[in-house]
Structure formats: C-alpha cells, structure tokens
C-alpha cells in the first residue's frame, strides 16, 4: 500500500512552487500558470527570494518562511540550489517534492554528487521525492496541474505514468486533438526514490482512475515493480510499453539459449505473467488502453467478420491470422439462418460477405445470427459507405442489437468526413471503433492476449507432487565443486548429474580421458556410441567436429577418437581439451527434437525457453519464454507458442509425442532454477520426446554464484507459492485445521468466511460495517504476491468441501522493513488456539522473511486481540490521533 506520505506527493491539498516566477517561458512561470489554469482547489504558495509579489499573490524568500507546511514542494530552481531546498522542506515538516528541475546524473560527477545530496536529506527528514527531471504530477479531479507541460489535458478515466518526461508532454500533445482525457499523469523523471511501483499501488486503488498506461525505459526494483504490476493489473487494465526492444546479451554466443532470447523476451514473459498487456509501438497505445478502460473484453480467439464488401473483410481476415486469431467456424444452423437471409451471390463462409446494397436491418441481422452461434467470440462488423448506404442507420441498429448481447461487438465504419458522426455514435454508446480494419484487428488481437495474460496471472504453481523429491542437496555440491574451481560451465557429465538428481530423464554420458578408456567405457555401455569432445572450452561442439555419432565397434571407437581430438585441436589451438564423452545412442522411432532453456536476465531473473531443438536452432529461432515457477497450465501454454507444438502432434503417419512428458521437463527446470540460485544458464539441446517419453540427450549449465545474503527466491522475479508454510492444528472435538498459504482459487471460500462472521466480529475486523466484498476487494484478499504480503487461512474439510475458519495477513510497507497485521477467526472456532498459532506463524514468517517491525492497529475494545499481542511480545500503546484505537508495535 502507498504510504501517506507518497499519496501526499501525488494527490497533494496544498502545494508551494519553490521558483515561481511571472517571466515568460522560464519554468517557473509555465508551472504556476498549469496551477493556476487548472483550478487547483487548495492553498498555493510561491517561494523566490527575487520576488515579492506576483499577479498580486504575496511571494515567500524561503520555504522556511511558510506559515504552514503543505503537503508538497514543487521545485523549478536550477540543480545546485535543489539540495538546500529539500533540506529546508524536510525541516519545515513538508511530506514531499517534485522535483523537475534538470542537471543531475545525466550532468556527470557534480550532478551525480547533488542528487546523493538530495537523497541523504530527504532520508533524513522523511520526505518522499519524485524526479528530478520529471514533468510533474497531474490530476484532473482536483484540479492540479504541477507540471511543465504546454497544455491542460482533458479529464478522463485513464491514467499516464511514464519515465520519459518528453514522451509524457508528446501524449497530452497528442491527446487533446483526439479527445483523450486523463484521470492522473505521473512522469517518474530520474525516479531516485518514489518509483513506477509505488505509483502503481497508488493508482490501482484511485477511485478516479478505470485504466492505466505505463511507458518504461528501464525497471531498477524488478521484485518491487512486479509485485505491483501483478497487484495493479488484477483491479485494473494495466497497457505497458517499453523502449529498447533490441538490446543483446552480452553472453549471447555462448551458448545456443543466449544466442535465442534477448531481454526484451524476457520482459514479454514478465508482462504476460503480470497480466498486463504489452503495446509494441506508439499508436497502438491509447486504442489498447481506451478499448480495456470501456470494460470491454473477449472470452477467446474465435472472430465472426461481416462486412458489405468483399476487400475489407478479406483484409481483415488475412490480418486476424496473421495475429494468431481463428477465423470462427460457423455452425450449419447459422449457415441456415445466414441462407434464408441473404441472397445467394451473398458469402457465407467467414467472412461473412451480405453485399453493397444490402440494407441494415439485413446487416445487423446478418450480425446478430454470427453472435448467437457458440462458435463465435466476437465480431467485427465493416462498412464501406456506397451511394445506396445509409452509415447513420446501420450504426443505430448495430448499436441496438450489441446492447443485447454479452458477445463484444467492434465495428470499422470506412471512410472519412461522412462516417465521423457514426465513430461518435459508437464511442458514445461504449462499442469500439476503428478507422481500418487492420486496427479493429489489431484491438481484437490485443484483448485476446490481455485475456490470456490474466489467466496466466492467476496460476500459483506448487511445488511437484512427485514420489521420489528431488536432491537439491548433491545437486548444490556439484555446483558448489564446479565454483570452487572456477568453472563457469559444467561439463555435460556434470550438468547430467545435476539434472539426475532433479528427476529429469537423461541420457547417461561418462568422460573417456584416452582412446583406451574410450574403448573400455563404449563396451560397458554397450554399442552403438556417440562420441562428444570434452572441453569447456568449447561451447558448440557440431561447428568443430566435435561429435560423432552411431559408433559400432571398438576399432571405429579408437580411431575416431584420435582423429577427433586431432581435429578439433587444429580447429580450436586455443581450447582446453580434456578427452571424450561416451554416451548410448538413443534410437527411438518418431523422435522430435526440442530444446529447452534457461537464461539469467539481469533484471527479471531466470527465465525458461521452449522450441524447436537441433544443431539449426539459431538459424530456426523458433523459441516462447516464460518466467518460473511453471506450473502444468503455464508449461502447456509456453509449447503451445512455438511451432514445436505443431510437431508434437501427430505427423505424417507418426503418433502424437508425449507432451505430458515434456510437461514433465519443463516442470523439473523451473524447480532447479527455483531451488538453484546459482544457475545461470541451461541448454538442453536436444531434449527427444517420442510417444511413449521424452529425455535429454545433451545438457550444458552455466554456473554463477548468487549472493550469500539474499533471502529465499530473491534471484527470481516471482515469488513461489510458500509451501513450506503448510502445517496443521488439531482442534478440540478431533477436527484437524489445516493452515496454509491463501491462493486465488479461495475466492468462494474466503468470501463465505467473511460473511459468516458475526457484526461485532467484521465490526472488529474491519472496523466498519462490512457485509459482503466487492470483487476488488476479494481480488485484493486472495490473489497476493508472496513477497509483499501473507495470507494465511485456516481451513477444514465438509462433506462440502474446504471450510475457510480464519485468516491471519500482513502487508509490507513501502520501506521493505515494515508490514502491518491483521487477524481475524471464526465466530463458532474463537478460544480454541487458532487465532494464537495463526499469530505466532504469521511473526515466524515475517522474521524469515527478515522484516523488522510489526504494526497493528485495533480497537481499543478489541480485548482479546491487544492481549494476543502482549502474550506475543508486542508493546501496546494509544493512538496518539485517535483515542479510540489501540497500536501494537513489534521489533522482529
């Protein structure tokens, strides 16, 4: 949750303009006139000691002079008077500054030196700080336009946060020729403390704000921008775009995965787990977010298209395949009903073609028969005007006929000057509309995967229920070894290993150091053999003759492995060769070839790859990435992105492969990443699934220590479902509670729990009248991120099912060291130990989760709830701003 003082700097009452100034074009002057322009509705003040007055208004030498200290400081003096200022601003008591005043870090040392200034005072002081650099801060219901901007921007309902300040004005710029308003636009600037994701948990609960935009140029706290972006976009469509979509990898050409999956993979994988949408280019921008802020959504991939005329509809057929859409397949009752109504030179297939003069009662009929066909999701009705059109009449019935139906209607009403009234019609009346219909095809498309990605937002993987749990123990020594002696890659025998003891189904390779031993080790395998150069050194073996395959006798093994190793020297002098390894050939009927990978991105984490796999891997790039934990849902979902999916499927006279196998794989590589946070990169190339398995023929990992003193997952972006905090209670009567973890799924019955309690208890809890949630609020309650917040419940089981009987939850403030605690407990299970062992489980997780205070807040009639927190150690005190409220403080 945004601290008070934050929400103080971005929906401040009362403000001072440190610079104000009456000159025009000087910063100063723009800023105080935006103030003025918009009607801020609270107390003004100007500071500039050389002035004493403007338009009349008395103004201040120094912030020190204030009668009062307002909530914010805006700040528009030159860069080295920034620090003295904030000084005095944190003296005087005031909660925040924006600062968009320029010249720090991009100014080298000095500005560098200024902003650690500014910083070690509004540390010191408390106050919280946005910019510098930023344009400012705007919000339109109250009237406050604190920015640099040139125009006022119109109200509306979306909201901008960008951390490009130039892009931001280019926005409002562009908005106001196109009608867009805007409920709050936030520019980050440099972002030196108050971030993207301390302005996201501030917008996602803005009442005034039905949508949000975002634009990034880097993410400096991923854990904390993820946290908030999963916890804004399940309240709010959240549309994201990001510059720099074609920086490379550094390590790139080491290994086959690095050479596939650049950074800005590993961002779509993040947005697609966050649920947001992901925009590639700047026009696209606003369509997404107005067309997800009018509550428009679609239920799947299947798109209904008529249209009077035979161009734009093939045009916007071709398109929606073109964006992975599926043409709808009509059933033949619609075709039916479609034949009745249309005469034959009509087109019945899809799309649906009813002819230029067509009138709209025979249009929107035409339509309506698409919807109602179970095979449809949505539809995109196109009209081109001709002489015989009347675009007004057709727009009236179709947005009639939409009214009806819980099917999204999109309509493409072609032309200029003489459809402008309909595109007005259709806005007023909440249907979306597009000029083209590649751009209604586009909006489509993007619903889609904003659908999807929300799906995927709501998957809490688990750790595997497996018979035989994996030795993360011998496989932390083989790392452990391999860092010891400087190794950056395990060789393929070691990777094996590791993987073994992961459970992943390998192909055993054993090291032969001389031709001798490589006889010796192929006959106790067992011929055939194939032959691979051991080197780490050497990170592709097939581009210096470094493999061999199907070896049938031990005469063929020895000469093959001097000629190997005597070719491989003069195709790489520099490489380090350590002999050959002997491995089984794996010879099974219908066998695919797939990789399976695994990056560290810098920012996100290990990510995990997925495609087509072989020795043409970068020539191919077939490949969809996914960040971890993976559950079985997400794996499927990561195959079903590649055109190795098509190939899974039966082919040419082949049977299906085992994708369940597969899923299996993809399962055991995310729980090493998870449980190894010194992976730090993976191929398996190739992975052989047949239709009775898969197995991993060839396997290299990267190693890369992580930092002894980072807590648990703090190497991955996503925090895992904290399994190890599952435990049971047995109760008096012999019933046995189980207390675990909340997930999304516990919607229905934490809303039954909550509506169970009694007045006085929810009056307790809550401390208002609470009768039901509303769904942003059981959102809030169920789908947490673990690594912001707990949840815990306790739960027994009914003939009915799982019975939620209490709840114990603390969310961590924004200083990371921070959380506030609730608990609440069953009317019927009160005074049975419940609430005693939730409260000392929720202190033991907040302690590994090396938090250092605990807060609470309660009633002061709450009695039993403030001598819980005594037996517990925590001090209680009275609210010093309400006498009625009791505080409960512990240090962890």
């Known amino acids: 949750m945004p601290s008070k003082r934050t929400e103080a700097v971005l929906k401040p009452a009362s403000i001072v303009l440190v610079g104000a100034s009456d000159t025009p074009g000087k910063l100063g002057d723009i800023v105080r006139r935006n103030l003025h322009e918009a009607g801020f509705r609270g107390p003004v003040h100007y500071v500039n000691p050389r002035h004493a007055s403007i338009d009349g208004q008395a103004v201040l030498a120094s912030v020190r002079d204030l009668p009062e200290a307002p909530d914010v400081a805006v700040i528009v003096t030159p860069a ?171 390590e790139a050409a080491a290994f086959h995965t690095g050479s596939l999956v650049g950074a800005d993979d590993v961002f779509d994988a993040a947005m697609r787990r966050a649920g947001v949408l992901r925009i590639r280019n700047f026009s696209e921008l606003y369509v ?77 009929a035409a339509a309506r028969i698409c919807l109602e066909d179970p095979g449809v999701d949505a539809l995109l009705a196109i009209l081109t005007p001709h002489a015989l059109t009347d675009p007004d009449a057709f727009a009236h019935e179709l947005i009639e006929m939409a009214a009806g139906h819980r099917k999204p209607l999109f309509t493409c009403w072609m032309g200029g000057d003489a459809v ?26 993007a619903l889609n995967l904003f659908a999807e990605n929300q799906v995927q937002l709501l998957q809490v993987p688990e750790p595997l229920a497996t018979s035989s749990a994996p030795d993360r123990e011998a496989a932390q020594l083989i790392i452990d070894a391999a860092l010891e002696a400087r190794q950056e890659w395990l060789n393929p025998a070691q990777s094996k290993a590791l993987l073994a003891a992961f459970g992943i189904p390998i192909v055993r390779s054993l090291p032969a150091r001389s031709a001798a031993d490589a006889v010796m080790v192929a006959q106790e395998v067992g011929f055939p053999v194939a032959m691979k150069i051991l080197s780490p050194d050497i990170a592709h073996k097939t581009d210096v003759g470094g493999v061999r395959l199907g070896l049938e006798s031990a005469r063929e093994v020895r000469e093959t492995y001097e000629s190997m190793l005597a070719g491989v020297a003069q195709a790489r002098p520099d490489a380090a060769l350590e002999g050959v390894l002997i491995e089984p050939m794996y010879r099974e009927r219908n066998g695919r070839e797939v990789m399976i990978g695994v990056v560290r991105d810098p920012v996100f984490g290990p990510a995990i790859s997925f495609g087509l796999g072989g020795t043409l891997v970068e020539v191919i790039r077939d490949r969809a990435v996914a960040l971890p934990p993976l559950n079985r849902f997400l794996a499927r979902e990561l195959m079903r992105r590649t055109r190795a999916w098509q190939a899974l499927q039966p082919l040419r006279g082949a049977p299906a492969a085992d994708e369940e196998a597969l899923e299996e794989i993809l399962l055991r590589v995310s729980e090493v990443v998870c449980e190894l946070p010194d992976i730090g990169a993976m191929d398996l190339n190739p992975v052989i699934v047949t239709d009775t398995g898969a197995i991993v023929v060839d396997a290299r990992i990267g190693v890369k220590k992580g930092s002894p003193t980072a807590r648990s997952y703090e190497h991955m972006a996503i925090h895992p479902y904290p ?79 799982e019975e939620q009987i209490g709840v114990a939850r603390y969310i961590t403030l924004p200083d990371e060291e921070t959380c506030e605690f609730a608990i609440v407990v069953g009317d019927a299970w009160q005074g049975k130990g419940l609430a005693k062992r939730l409260f000392a489980m929720l202190i033991d997780a907040a302690r590994d989760r090396r938090l250092k205070v605990m807060n609470g807040v309660t009633l002061r009639e709450n009695h039993r709830m403030i001598e819980l927190s005594r037996s517990n150690g925590f001090e209680v005190s009275r609210d010093p701003e309400d006498p009625d409220l009791v505080q409960m403080t512990l240090v962890l």
Not at 200 to 207: H, I, Q, S, V, W
């Open 288 to 364: 997404a977010a107005s067309t997800l802020g009018a509550g428009v959504r679609v239920a799947g991939r299947r798109l209904a298209i008529v249209s009077n005329a035979g161009g734009p509809g093939a045009l916007a057929a071709d398109h929606a395949q073109d964006r992975w859409l599926q043409l709808a397949s009509l059933g033949g009752e619609t075709l039916e009903q479609l034949a009745a109504l249309l005469p034959p030179s009509a087109h019945q297939g899809m799309p649906v073609y009813v002819r230029g003069d067509a009138d709209a009662a025979q249009f929107t």
């Open 723 to 801: 399994s190890g905090l599952i435990q049971t209670l047995e109760l008096p009567g012999g019933l046995t509670a189980t207390l675990r973890p909340i997930r999304p799924e516990d919607a229905a019955i934490e809303t039954a729990f909550v509506t169970g309690l009694s007045e006085q208890s929810r009056f307790l809890r809550f401390m208002f009248g609470l009768h039901s949630l509303t769904p942003a609020m059981l959102s809030r309650f169920t789908q947490i991120d673990y690594d912001r917040e707990l949840a815990l419940i306790a739960v027994i089981d009914t003939p009915q099912g």
């Open 80 to 250: 080295a008077t920034v620090p003295g200022i904030v000084r005095d601003c944190g003296e005087k008591g005031i909660r925040g500054a924006v600062i968009i005043s320029a010249g720090f870090r991009e100014g080298g040392a000095a500005g560098r030196e200024l902003e650690a200034e500014i910083k070690r005072s509004a540390r010191e002081h408390g106050l919280r700080l946005l910019g510098p650099n930023s344009l400012g801060v705007i919000r339109t219901d109250d009237g406050l336009n604190a920015a640099c901007g040139p125009r006022q921007p119109l109200p509306g309902r979306l909201a901008l946060v960008s951390q490009s300040g130039a892009l931001c004005a280019a926005i409002l710029d562009w908005s106001r020729a196109r009608r867009v308003g805007f409920s709050t636009v936030i520019s980050t600037g440099i972002g030196i403390d108050i971030d993207v994701g301390e302005i996201l948990d501030f917008l996602a609960r803005d009442p005034a704000t039905d949508s949000i935009m975002l634009f990034i140029e880097g993410v400096d706290h991923p854990r904390r921008f993820m946290s908030a972006l999963r916890a804004a976009s399940r309240i709010k469509p959240v549309v994201v775009m990001k510059s720099g979509r074609h920086a490379e990898r550094p």
């Open 420 to 445: 402008v009234a309909c595109r007005n019609l259709f806005a007023e009346h909440k249907v979306p509309t597009y000029a083209t219909p590649e751009a209604a095809v586009d909006a489509i498309a």
